[in-house]
């Protein structure tokens, strides 16, 4: 079996999310799952300490071949039943008490949540990197002028720091969102009622209870309320916070991509952007990639959390696996290449003015409908040429035009609260920790 080097999925390979999503790093996490659950068994006495520092050790120093464990695992349907007995031959002093009272499942969601967890702090921190970035564009372009456009066509003015601020506006909701996450660790044992540790425990169910707290202690996650085995919400939200970090992360590739236009100019990246065919391209290629992960995370997200059957589902558990590397992969590889997108964005106002102009004083129709009536409105826009020149020449124009002031044809005085609108949003930035 050949590793997954990102060949087709270039948004993630080399970045932290490969690293922290990887067969190893997942391996890592179940090992970590085991040390933490025997650890947490010493401490209430449930099994010898010596017996869970053996483990503890024996996990920490584990080698095992994700590859090799992938196909012993096709005879569980999951790779912990593989996992647990390489694990137990392994401290062959302490192997009665490897995995105690545990249940595959929660091994496997507990690494599941330990990654997610990590790959998570990777994207808060990208995304405060590119909201950094964002806020001085923002800041810097509060008066840049250009034009907006709505269904692909020139609308009304805006400026640039507007609609960085907008970028701004969505990023900050999907980081709030993932610093709500409270990830928690699994434990049921084998059908969620913990009985296999409240038969071994003096204080019967409120030592197993109690165990769960301890165990989630050990791993670093939240502790749950009961076990989750067939109740996924966690994992529904986990997914839904992803993909509406995606598809946040996706907004300012999209636009870019529209704006670095060769027929529009007004940003181009810092990549390169090489075509193998045409030499005088510099495609968007950070934005390309960046917008490719945000269309294909709300789909992964969208088979996360299944209802499954009873007190186990058989598939829709299994089903989960890898949509979640997946879109923790792409999430994490979008943000990690779209704070490199951001950084390196260049600017072109002048460019933006010039587009604005290019209706001819058009852009501020809006304005004028409130001046002129709509009869002449429709003849003045109908005009060829720039509004003033063509009207100027225009007799039956020429009283309405007349009674236009030069400055209601000027992008820039009809700009509406947008200053207001980026400094509202700079506010809301700036007030977060």
Request: hydrophobic share 50%; net charge negative; proline share 5%.
């Amino acid at each position: 079996m050949s590793a997954d080097g990102g060949l087709l999925a270039p948004v993630w390979a080399g970045t932290r999310a490969e690293e922290i999503t990887s067969d190893a790093a997942w391996l890592r996490a179940m090992l970590e799952a085991e040390a933490a659950l025997a650890r947490a068994q010493a401490r209430l006495e449930l099994i010898p300490a010596a017996a869970a520092a053996a483990i503890d050790r024996t996990a920490a120093a584990l080698v095992l071949d994700p590859a090799d464990l992938a196909r012993r695992a096709r005879q569980s349907a999951n790779p912990v039943v593989p996992l647990v007995s390489d694990l137990r031959r392994a401290v062959p002093g302490a192997a009665s008490y490897a995995h105690l009272g545990a249940t595959s499942q929660d091994i496997l969601d507990s690494a599941a949540m330990l990654v997610a967890t990590r790959a998570v702090r990777a994207v808060v921190g990208d995304l405060s990197a590119i909201m950094r970035e964002l806020c001085e564009l923002a800041e810097r372009h509060k008066g840049t002028v250009m034009a907006a456009r709505t269904l692909g066509q020139q609308a009304v003015p805006t400026t640039f720091g507007l609609k960085a601020a907008g970028w701004l506006a969505g990023l900050l909701r999907a980081r709030d969102r993932l610093r709500e996450l409270r990830l928690p660790a699994q434990l049921g044992g084998a059908a969620g009622t913990l009985a296999a540790v409240a038969e071994r425990a003096e204080a019967g169910p409120a030592t197993a209870l109690l165990l769960v707290e301890v165990f989630a202690e050990e791993i670093g996650l939240a502790a749950p309320a009961v076990p989750w085995h067939a109740e996924r919400s966690a994992v529904t939200e986990l997914g839904a916070a992803l993909a509406g970090t995606a598809q946040a992360l996706g907004k300012p590739a999209t636009d870019i991509v529209l704006m670095a236009q060769t027929e529009v100019g007004e940003v181009a990246e810092s990549s390169t952007g090489a075509s193998s065919a045409m030499p005088q391209k510099r495609n968007p290629a950070l934005s390309v990639l960046v917008r490719s992960a945000a269309l294909q995370v709300p789909a992964y997200a969208q088979v996360l959390g299944q209802a499954g059957e009873h007190e186990r589902a058989a598939g829709a558990w299994q089903a989960e696996w890898l949509p979640l590397r997946e879109a923790l992969r792409l999430t994490g590889g979008a943000a990690e290449t779209a704070a490199e997108l951001v950084a390196g964005l260049r600017v072109f106002p002048d460019r933006m003015r010039a587009n604005a102009d290019l209706a001819g004083g058009r852009l501020v129709a809006e304005r004028l409908s409130a001046h002129l009536d709509p009869r002449t409105l429709k003849r003045v826009l109908s005009a060829e040429g720039p509004l003033r020149e063509a009207l100027a020449a225009e007799g039956p124009l020429r009283d309405a035009m007349a009674a236009v002031p030069d400055e209601l044809l000027d992008p820039e005085a009809y700009l509406g609260a947008a200053a207001e609108l980026v400094d509202r949003i700079l506010a809301t930035y700036r007030e977060q920790p």
